[in-house]
Nanobody, 121 residues
């Protein structure tokens, strides 16, 4: 079991940066595959990037390559998504997730509540 809480969202200008945090309680991230997803209004939840339990990073979704970076701090039991060079199309609710199997589909058992990211144009 793990509980996840996202934070760090907000309003940013185009070209700006935000760092999202996903704090876990219960079992540590080391025992789960973890991922970031995002969902814009009227659209399906979209995979962004994921980490295996051993720290292997999946390919990023094409739209964020070179701009977003996933990381985790095991001592703090926290995962991060550093977002640079933000674009208006990055506007969405961002979710962290954890599960037993790493996947690019939104099939994770545990989800945070989401944090809103809004990028102005």
């Amino acid at each position: 079991q793990v509980q996840l809480v996202e934070s760090g969202g907000g309003l940013a200008p185009a070209g700006g940066s935000l760092r999202l945090s996903c704090a876990a309680s219960g079992r540590s991230f080391s025992t789960y595959a973890t991922a970031w997803f995002r969902q814009a209004p009227g659209k399906e939840r979209e995979f962004v990037v994921a980490l295996s339990r051993s720290g292997v990073i999946t390919d990023y979704v094409d739209s964020v390559k070179g701009r977003f970076t996933i990381s985790k701090d095991n001592a703090k039991n926290t995962m991060y998504l550093q977002m640079n060079g933000l674009k208006p199309e990055d506007t969405a609710v961002y979710y962290c997730a954890a599960g037993t199997i790493l996947t690019t589909k939104p099939n994770y058992a545990y989800w945070g509540q989401g944090t809103q990211v809004t990028v102005s144009s």
